[in-house]
């Protein structure tokens, strides 16, 4: 972890505004992190603020990598219709230069706090197979595989879903 690096500084926060500058942000980085599975937009992004919820990781001061205010992290989630005590993450993400420093750990603990806390008892994901740095992630916090869908986004494009109790 780089000397300069304080967990202290980063505070967890759910958005609750809608403008255009926190929607031009997060569509910034959706692009910049996720890439060619970036799959939310100026349209969709108000609407997860306003329908399901937005847990961001914040930079609470300046440093070397990163402007005071500024979102280093994200998880996007959406409440299932018939089932209000479960939710799912569709998109978790940490901003390139911050990974690896715990930032998704501490992202996903106060997620669960969060959701916790509005009674859900209930997070489902899905996974690519491969990505065995997120599925490690998950895996901490207790996630299990619980099944497997071959093309659910597209040929070629399979996933795990992964299920956590909290
Ligand atoms: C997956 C992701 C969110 C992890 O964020 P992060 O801030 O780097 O995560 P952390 O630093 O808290 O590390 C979490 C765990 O991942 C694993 N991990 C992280 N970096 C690792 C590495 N280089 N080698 C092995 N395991 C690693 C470890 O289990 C680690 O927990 P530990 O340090 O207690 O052992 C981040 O890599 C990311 O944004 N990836 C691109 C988007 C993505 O794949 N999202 C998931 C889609 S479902």
């Known amino acids: 972890m780089p000397a300069e690096f304080d967990m202290e500084n980063i505070s967890i926060r759910v958005l609750n505004d809608i403008n255009p500058d926190i929607t031009l ?59 209000p005590e479960t939710v799912f993450i569709h998109s978790f993400y940490v901003k390139k230069s911050f990974r690896e420093k715990g930032i998704g750990s501490l992202l996903l603990k106060e997620s669960i706090k969060i959701l916790k806390e509005e009674k859900v008892r209930k997070i489902e994901l899905t996974v690519d197979p491969k990505n065995l740095l997120a599925i490690r992630l998950y895996e901490k916090f207790n996630f299990k595989k619980t099944d497997y869908f071959e093309d659910l986004y597209g040929h070629g494009i399979h996933r795990d879903l992964m299920i956590c109790r909290i």
């Open 25 to 83: 942000e997060l569509k910034k980085l959706e692009i910049s992190n996720l890439g060619r599975i970036a799959s939310i937009n100026e349209w969709v992004i108000p609407v997860f603020i306003k329908y399901g919820k937005v847990i961001v990781a914040v930079k609470n001061s300046s440093s070397g990598l990163e402007e005071k205010g500024k979102i280093i992290g994200v998880n996007e989630l959406l409440r299932k219709w018939d089932e």
